[in-house]
């Protein structure tokens, strides 16, 4: 399944599903025949398809948990630092940092040199974290 | 590059700590994309049809007329227990 390297990409532990903007209806069935050999798979042994992000997996049992309730989004993913850790060490080093911030604190927090992780990160996050404002303010509860 | 590191981004002014925690980190997990916004996602959301049984049993409902022809060999090698054909 992972070996279709038109459709996903491999990080450095787990493979992750190539999110292009446009897709053609046979890919989208074979997303959808992906999804249930990941099922499957889940049920009959009792793991996730290695190596298969099991965020992905995380994030598919959130979906039919909330079937018919709405569509899973960000919030969802708002797990523990532990877990992140014991499930994807690398992921974990570049979080720990952004984890620490006390809610007043600013990114500009983040401009220490030598670079950290997290600043590393959020210097090539630049164009969304813009985005994510623009989406994020009118929400803003005072 | 490194204009971050020169604009303030006030956390206060966001909705909430979580969200940003979740939403970088949902980001770098899954190599910067909006996966639950993507077509792919709602595809694999769709096949990964999980059902709950009374008994606590859980099964997979296929349907198995809708699949690609690779995928029926792999499908009969798995026990009907936690398959539901349609």
């Not at chain 1, 974990?92 to 006390?102: E, V």
């Not at chain 1, 590393?120 to 929400?139: C, G, H, N, W």
């Not at chain 2, 792919?40 to 096949?47: C, N, R």
């Amino acid at each position: 399944m992972v070996d279709d390297f038109s459709l996903w990409k491999h990080g450095e532990t787990w493979s992750y599903p190539i999110c292009a903007p446009v897709i053609n209806p046979e890919t989208e069935l074979r997303w959808t025949t992906y999804g249930s050999l990941c099922l499957i798979h889940l049920l009959t042994l009792g793991a996730g398809p290695d190596p298969v992000s099991p965020f992905l997996i995380y994030l598919l049992l959130v979906s039919a948990t909330k079937r018919g309730v709405g569509l899973v989004d960000a919030r969802d993913m708002n797990i523990s630092l532990q877990s992140i850790k014991d499930l994807d060490q690398a992921s974990a080093d570049i979080l720990k940092d952004w984890m620490r911030l006390k809610h007043t604190d600013n990114l500009h927090s983040m401009e220490y040199t030598p670079p950290s992780p997290l600043s590393t990160f959020l210097a090539r996050f630049e164009y969304q974290v813009v985005i994510s404002l623009v989406l994020f303010v009118p929400d803003v509860k005072h | 590059m490194g204009n971050i590191q020169r604009t303030t981004i006030d956390i206060r002014t966001v909705q909430s700590h979580a969200d940003w925690t979740a939403h970088f980190l949902s980001r770098e997990l899954f190599q910067y994309a909006e996966i639950w916004n993507s077509r792919q996602f709602q595809a694999l959301v769709e096949g990964f049809n999980i059902e709950f049984e009374s008994s606590g049993l859980c099964l997979a409902k296929v349907n198995v007329s809708n699949y690609p022809p690779f995928v029926n060999g792999v499908l009969d090698s798995y026990p009907n227990e936690v398959i539901r054909r349609s």
